[in-house]
């Protein structure tokens, strides 16, 4: 989907098309880091973006929906938290290298030549000792977990993640399971590729 697409679909959607609520991997994998600068690449409507700024982040978002930002700014207003805002597609966006302690990229899903660009970009936006996150649907999803993309060329593994990746320290390195509330109250599993790699020191 392009950014007009995903406009329409923000705008004829009443309320959040997400969860106002920070995705759960993310919020594990930012447990225990010590808050400095962040980038969010395809920051969507902001929920984790909002969730780090309040947690003492000091957040950039980028995405190229310019209804999604414009959601995004009014949730940071919402909880009363500073959020720098771009409008700007992530597959040609370059943040400057070196500048950040902490990248996330939430659910994002590429085709594999688009997505390793991302990747180059968020690993080389990683000041020493910094922080990447990867989070999204994974490819087992189809077969055995709920919902996302149907699309296997644009949906993750860890694999793939990894080697987007090189020269990282690989922390952690899986498919998740991530339980989805159901109509009658029970939840089913979705899967989720789940990456955390940080740029050595020195």
């Given at each position: 989907?392009?950014?007009?697409?995903?406009?329409?679909?923000?705008a004829n959607t009443p309320g959040l098309v997400w969860s106002a609520e920070p995705n759960r991997f993310v919020v594990e994998s930012v447990a225990g880091?010590?808050?400095?600068?962040?980038?969010?690449?395809?920051?969507?409507?902001g929920r984790n973006a909002v969730w780090l700024?309040?947690?003492?982040?000091?957040?950039?978002a980028v995405d190229f929906s310019p209804v999604a930002v414009e959601r995004g700014r009014q949730?940071?207003?919402?909880?009363?938290?500073?959020?720098?805002?771009?409008?700007?597609?992530?597959?040609?966006?370059?943040?400057v290298p070196g500048s950040y302690d902490l990248v996330l990229i939430s659910y994002l899903h590429l085709p594999a030549e688009e997505l390793a660009q991302v990747l180059a970009a968020a690993r080389n936006a990683l000041r020493p000792g910094g922080t990447v996150v990867v989070v999204g649907h994974d490819r087992a999803n189809?077969?055995?977990?709920?919902g996302g993309p149907q699309d296997p060329a644009i949906l993750l593994t860890?694999?793939?993640?990894?080697?987007?990746?090189a020269g990282l320290r690989i922390q952690r390195a899986e498919t998740a399971?991530?339980?989805?509330?159901?109509?009658?109250?029970?939840?089913?599993d979705a899967l989720d590729t789940v990456v955390v790699a940080a740029r050595p020191v020195g």
């Open positions: 989907m392009d950014s007009s697409a995903w406009d329409t679909r923000y880091l010590t808050p400095g600068s962040a980038l969010d690449l395809a920051a969507g409507e700024a309040g947690a003492g982040w000091r957040v950039t949730l940071a207003s919402q909880r009363g938290v500073p959020v720098e805002w771009r409008v700007a597609d992530v597959t040609v966006y370059r943040p189809l077969d055995g977990g709920t860890p694999e793939a993640v990894v080697d987007g990746l399971r991530r339980p989805v509330p159901t109509d009658d109250g029970g939840s089913v």
